[in-house]
């Protein structure tokens, strides 16, 4: 192994984006982040994660908020400090895969309106729903950060992680990051895992990860002695549990030592005072459930996410089956390796752990299979790691399945033009298109409600005879 340079380590803030998503189910206002950007800004952050992953749907589905507004606002208040969305590859930040133009074009206004970086996953770590995302950001002069999805299986060997890497960079990705989206990268593993790739590897290395198993803090400080350049972090009101380990605990760790961040604690201070009573809020008013800040070992045991066992919990709630909480959870890993065994994260989380509810509750594996279960096994999302289990897939799919094996997004046919026709009425700025190609009810819903807001009836008006508004 090489020498490890040791210098200072980054810190990507999470606060604006995952660490809210992560405790508070993406629902702070735009209007709730504002006032401390400008504080924010004077920290001196690698970037600022602000934008994508579920921030996209709840700004319009729960909180009527346009996104792209979201993120200009954030443009102008964030002079110094770049600013980083995540991305789904070829589903964009929607649950389908979009033809090339759409993500394309998404690319291109992500970074008109202000995004530098942009950190593109894919749930199958299928390189190949990943690369117009890259190519569009290289053209427009953003960071193309890809992401590898972490998780452990027969599979996941660390060849595997070399041989991903290295075909990440020969792809034209500007940096690597390490995606734990469950928490399941543990601190002697992260000196290993960091260090093989520093060597495979020129481009700098970031890692995510979340706390839900308890060891993120110590994942970091291995994987900072092993070399990693950036790490993500969030202001500590919305850190831990389900969230990403604490800034200025990170920052403390690292003073006076070769990594040391040069982040200054008492301006930490002043954004920590300020989230704090939002944290409070959500708590008093039950947004916050205590139970996602603690420490779940089930995510080392069953490998299943913290948004994935709450998503588990809701669905047998429902269904008045609460006590098969534990037969899910064994069977999540069943299921998932009859799958090819993919890293669970948006969409694939959803799916397994769907199945695995489905499996349970009807006393017969596969008795019922989901849209979603046929749609993998036909290859709609891409290439697994390993082969699916065949007799699975016969029952699934019958005799004959029409399976796909070229990159999906090759049978899309363009659909910008398609999709602007369908949504023109309601087109009042060129991202509205976007807007509506992701979430097309949800979009229309918001458009009605943009423009009553904005044609506001003053009840004077009212036709007198009619008891009509103007229109």
Known sequence: MAEIEKKPVKITETILRDAHQSLIATRMTTEQMLPIVEKMDQVGYHSVECWGGATFDASLRFLKEDPWDRLRKFRDGFKHTKLQMLFRGQNILGYRPYADDVVEYFVEKSVANGIDIIRIFDCLNDLRNLQTAVSAANKEKAEAQVALSYTLGDAYTLDYWVDIAKRI??????????????????????????????????????????????VASMTYLKAVEAGVDVIDTAISPFALGTSQPATEVMVETFK?????????????????????????????????????????????????????????????????????????????????????????????????????????????????????????????????????????????????????????????????????????????????????????????????????????????KADKETGSYPV
């Open 169 to 214: 960079e020969d792809m034209g990705a500007n940096s690597i990051c390490i995606k734990d989206m469950a928490g399941l990268l543990l601190p002697y593993q992260a000196t290993e895992l960091i260090g093989a790739l520093k060597d495979a590897v020129d481009l700098p290395i970031q890692l995510h990860t979340h706390y839900t198993s308890g």
């Open 256 to 460: 006076g030592t070769p990594y040391d961040t040069g982040l200054d604690q008492k301006l930490l201070a002043e954004i920590a005072d300020y989230f704090r009573p939002i944290r409070d809020e959500a708590l008093a008013s039950g947004l916050l459930n205590p139970k996602n800040l603690g420490v779940n070992i089930k995510t080392l045991l069953y490998q299943v996410p913290g948004g994935m066992l709450s998503n588990l919990t809701s669905q047998l709630k429902e269904q008045n089956a609460e006590d098969k909480y534990y037969e899910v959870l064994e069977e999540v890993p069943r299921v998932r390796k009859d799958l090819g065994e993919p890293p669970l994260v948006t969409p694939s989380s959803q799916i397994v752990g769907t199945q695995a509810v489905f499996n349970v509750l009807m006393g017969e594996r596969y008795k019922v299979a989901t849209k979603e279960t046929k749609d993998i096994l036909r290859g709609k999302y891409g290439a697994t790691v390993k082969p699916f289990n065949e007799e699975v897939k016969k029952k699934v799919l019958g005799d004959d399945p029409d399976t796909i094996t070229c990159r999906p997004a090759d049978l899309i046919p363009d659909e910008l033009d398609t999709l602007r026709k369908e949504c023109e009425q309601w087109i009042q700025q060129d991202e509205d298109v976007l807007t509506y190609a992701l979430f097309p009810q949800v979009a229309v819903d918001f458009f009605k409600y943009r423009e009553a807001q904005q044609t506001k009836i003053d009840p004077d």
